[in-house]
């Protein structure tokens, strides 16, 4: 992400949001595409791809080392690919902006190649722990130098060829996951990830799109994926389906905002991603799926999402890996609902791009709402669906969904709910705010 000047804004109370909101792509499966098709031989076409920062760092990534990645007129991007092994020494340091998907993905890709790289961040992502990748990449035979405490900036350099291991996930993390096996596509023999929790298998899917040899088997020590090493991969026509993530924003402004009846089409529906739209139901949401149907590999469908009384529940813990990222929507959600919610078992929050727990906790407070803050979660107390009492302004700490659940906030608060900045929220959600206003929702710009 860039360094520009904070951009202060407010959301006001609006009336019913109605109408049909198309959300970019999948940013979990716009970086993969980005990847996979620039070690794939010849050209690959990927239509729907998210373009927010984050995926345009992995796209400049790989054009420097070697890749042709150009969108065309009509919207599409052509990606001509290295091949597996063919990637090329960059010139200078990849900057990664906000983007920790970027960086721990594109580290397992240089681990196995005969290059080096210097990886560099934004503020908050050179925040973030690089450790839980380092350890593996590795023992793979990586040589690795990062700054202290095993953070940004960092320099990886491969090893060809690599060395094949069978790796036990410590937390679950499809981000390290997908960094080992990555690694593992130019490693001689079979690379081994076992995962005792599931995690979104994005890279399971598209791997084996792109030809690779992959398997995968459920055993007692949990999902056993491993892939064979000096692979060829296949060029794809890959159409992105519309991201969760950011449609969660939606649902939940349609479910506490009176009178809304919203259409969201096109939303990706992987099992280990809808974990919100299962908790939001618990709670009594009237999200309806149409038009299900599966694209890619990939389960798809249409959430017809309207305004509903919601009640406090117990989050189950066993969701937090299928909506780790959605957290911060549902807390808004929960601040809405009858009663207390209590949603505990997301340790990772405190590792995203902002400690979101701690965020979320100081933002809730901030717009009136009684909240206790846990080390892997928060109790919040709902207004039973009376409008926050909103005011004050939120610090998003340079934390694209802290701004953009907090502008859902705003939208059934007495009074405005400010916010620090909205220049975070381009690196998933480039439109989000222009799509608030098309809704009658119109943010307000204030001065720094």
Not at 2 to 7: D, K, L, Q, V
Not at 230 to 235: G, I, N, Q, T
Request: a negative charge; hydrophobic letters at 45%.
């Amino acid at each position: 992400m860039s360094a520009a000047a904070p951009r202060p804004f407010a959301v006001a109370a609006s009336g019913p949001l109605i109408g049909c909101v198309a959300v970019p792509g999948d940013k979990s499966i716009s970086h993969r595409a980005v990847m996979l098709a620039s070690l794939a031989v010849g050209e690959s076409r990927v239509e729907g791809l998210l373009e927010g920062e984050d995926v345009l760092a992995t796209a400049a990534a790989l054009r420097a080392m070697g890749a042709t990645i150009e969108r065309g007129a009509d919207g599409a991007w052509r990606i001509h690919g290295v091949g597996v092994g063919g990637l090329l020494q960059p010139e200078a340091a990849l900057a990664m902006g906000n983007s920790g998907t970027s960086t721990r993905l594109l580290m397992g890709l240089v681990a196995s190649h005969p290059i080096t790289a210097t990886f560099t961040g934004d503020a908050s992502l050179s925040r973030r722990p690089m450790a839980r990748v380092i350890e593996p990449l590795a023992r793979m035979g990586a040589d690795i130098i990062a700054s202290p405490a095993g953070r940004l900036p960092l320099m990886v350099r491969g090893l060809l060829p690599a060395i094949p291991i069978r790796y036990t996930l410590p937390v679950a993390s499809a981000q390290v996951k997908s960094a080992v096996l990555l690694a593992g596509l130019n490693t001689p023999g079979i690379t081994t990830v076992v995962e005792p929790v599931a995690t979104r298998d994005h890279s399971e899917r598209m791997l084996r799109g792109f030809g690779a040899e992959l398997t995968v088997e459920e055993t007692g020590e949990g999902r056993v994926i491993g892939v064979r090493g000096e692979a060829e991969l296949v060029p794809q026509h890959i159409i992105v389906p519309g991201d969760p993530s950011s449609a969660a924003f939606w649902t939940v402004a349609a479910l506490v905002v009176p009178g809304s009846d919203l259409l969201l089409p096109n939303v990706l529906l992987n099992p280990t991603r809808d974990g919100i739209y299962r908790a939001l139901r618990l709670m009594g949401g009237d999200i309806a799926i149409v038009n299900e149907r599966e694209t890619g590999g990939e389960r798809v469908g249409d959430l017809r999402v309207r305004h509903s009384a919601l009640t406090g529940i117990e989050v189950p813990p066993e969701l937090a890996p299928s909506m780790i990222d959605e957290y911060p929507a549902l807390f808004v959600a929960a601040a809405f609902a009858q009663g207390r919610t209590v949603a505990r078992g997301a340790h990772e929050l405190r590792v995203k791009e902002s400690d979101r727990i701690a965020a979320m906790a100081a933002a809730l407070g901030t717009a009136g709402v009684a909240v206790e803050e846990h080390e892997d979660g928060l109790t919040i107390d709902g207004t039973g669906g009376e409008p926050l009492p909103g005011g004050g302004r939120v610090a998003t700490r340079l934390d694209h969904r802290i701004a953009m659940s907090m502008a859902i906030a705003g939208l059934h608060s007495r009074r405005p709910i400010a916010i620090d900045d909205a220049v975070p929220i381009a690196t998933s959600y480039p439109t989000f705010l222009a799509t608030m206003a098309r809704l009658g929702a119109s943010p307000t710009w204030l001065n720094a």
